[in-house]
């Protein structure tokens, strides 16, 4: 397990914006990160945690397995990344129950090279499955 202390340098959200807490396993092809929806969350409103908000929890594991590869290869530092697309997003429920437990927040990477990559997502709740969907992000020139 990796926690927030030993990776949360390498993506670029912060604060409260850095919605995931540990990483419980990763390798080359994906990662497996856990968070928790407690109150006084960035994106929870009034009626709580939207679910379409759990696309965010799929981008920012994507962002980290990223950059925990380029860690790996002795890089400190991935290049920044673009969110550029969202396809075929399931939600199967409407707001998220915080009593329900943590979110487990899986991103499989389906392609990369120099330019950027694609990942499926999924954010599970106590085995259930709550969003999937892909994402695609091109890497910013710099």
């Known amino acids: 397990m990796l926690a927030k202390a030993d990776w949360a340098h390498l ?16 390798d080359d092809a994906g ?3 856990v968070a928790s929806v407690a ?6 409103g009034a009626l ?4 379409v908000h ?10 980290l397995h990223g950059a925990l590869l ?3 290869r002795g890089v400190e530092a991935a290049r920044p990344g673009r969110l550029v697309g969202l396809r075929d997003v399931e939600l199967w429920i409407e707001y998220v129950d915080a009593g329900h437990g943590r979110l487990d927040v899986h991103a499989e990477r389906l392609y990369a090279d120099s330019g950027g ?6 954010v599970e709740q106590a085995g259930r499955r709550l969003a999937s969907g892909r994402a695609a992000v091109l890497y910013v020139a710099t």
């Not at 709580?48 to 679910?51: E, K, N, P, S």
């Not at 759990?54 to 962002?63: D, H, I, N, R």
């Open 70 to 72: 380029v860690r790996g």
């Open 39 to 44: 109150d006084g969350h960035p994106l929870r």
């Open 31 to 33: 990662l497996h990160a």
């Open 48 to 51: 709580g945690l939207h679910a």
């Open 11 to 26: 993506i670029p959200h912060r604060g409260a914006m850095c919605l995931l807490d540990a990483v419980l396993s990763w």
């Open 117 to 122: 990559a694609q990942y499926a997502f999924r």
């Open 54 to 63: 759990l696309a965010e929890y799929g981008a920012q594991a994507m962002a």
